[in-house]
Each structure stands twice: as structure tokens, then as C-alpha cells.
């Protein structure tokens, strides 16, 4: 199958966050519980509309326009989390000292591992080299250390994070230099 990326608009945002979590319920199972999953998706995993307006958050869709893979990057300090996430900061970087944001990578389980992962990750990295930056953070979810990792993002020790509800999460900081 084809896929198409481009920029993410506000219209998109439905089909976004129907798309997020039925990527982390099914691709991230096998790494967190149920439990994690639903806690999570009340903000750490969601739609950043800070992304979509900044128009550094793109999608993959397919031939019929169907939104299958989303992921972006940021030229500002929040690192994760969606609308909801309480600990945002939309303070902008300095791509001379500070390292751009990779955010928010989802992919439609029927369409996983056909490279739409790394393809909005390229572009995502080529974005963000272009608007100055020589260095990409991101946190990573425990499904998505794979990828990064493949793509040459080097992983700091796994924290845990508090959800809502107290229920705590797994996330890997990784960095990569451009």
C-alpha cells in the first residue's frame, strides 16, 4: 500500500486521538498494562494542537486519505504529552543550544511495521536540521525504543512517570545528534 505524509491540520484532530489510542491499546500491550494504557491516554499520550499549529506535526495516509501514522517534532520545551498534559511548556527553543522535540509517533496497527514510523521520523529529522537544530530528545514509549533505536537514538536509563489516578508508567529518554 501507498502512504502519503503531510502537514497535520486542526481538522484532522478527531481521527488523530481515534488513531493514538487504538495504536497504543493494541501496539503497546505487550509492554504496558491496561491500566497504564487508559491512565495515559488522559494526557501523556494524545493530541498536541501546540504541534499541529506550529505545523511540525505531520500524517501518514493512505491512497483514500485515511489518517494511518502520525508524529512530529517541536521547537518548544514540552517534551510529552497531549492538550491535557499538565506539565507543558511552550517556551521556544534555541536550535544553537538546545535539542528539538520528537513527539507523539502513532501508527494504525493494520498498518505497522510498513515503515511509516521511520518515514515521519525522517521528516520530523530533516524539518528540524533545517530549521537549526543538531540535536533530537524525545521520551519514548517502551513499543517505540525499537524504533529510535534502529534509527540511531541512543536511550538514558527508563524512568518512571505518575499518571493520573496514581498509576505509574515506563518512558525512555533518548537523544540523537544531526
Known amino acids: 500500500m501507498q502512504y502519503a505524509l503531510r502537514v497535520a491540520v486542526p481538522g484532522d484532530t478527531p481521527a488523530l486521538r481515534d ?49 494511518v501514522g502520525c508524529g512530529g517534532w517541536s521547537r518548544r520545551r514540552t517534551l510529552f504529552g497531549g492538550d491535557s498534559h499538565a ?56 513499543p517505540g525504543v525499537r524504533l529510535y533505536g534502529a534509527c540511531g537514538y541512543t536511550p538514558s536509563p527508563q524512568i518512571l512517570y505518575r499518571l493520573p489516578g496514581g498509576v505509574d508508567i515506563e518512558f525512555v529518554p533518548m537523544h540523537k545528534r544531526l
Open 87 to 142: 506539565e507543558r511548556d511552550e517556551s521556544l527553543l534555541d536550535p544553537a543550544r538546545d535539542s528539538a522535540k520528537i513527539r507523539a509517533f502513532f501508527v494504525d496497527p493494520a498498518h505497522a511495521r510498513q515503515g511509516l514510523g521511520s518515514a515521519l521520523l525522517e521528516r520530523c529529522e530533516a524539518a528540524a536540521a533545517a530549521a537549526g537544530f543538531r540535536q533530537l530528545e524525545l521520551m519514548a514509549t517502551l
Open 19 to 67: 488513531l493514538i489510542a487504538r495504536s497504543i491499546r493494541s501496539l503497546g500491550a505487550a509492554d504496558y498494562s491496561s491500566a497504564q494504557i487508559e491512565a495515559a491516554l488522559l494526557g501523556a499520550f494524545g493530541v498536541d494542537s501546540a504541534l499541529v499549529a506550529d505545523g511540525t506535526y505531520y500524517v501518514a495516509q493512505t491512497a483514500h486519505g485515511v489518517i
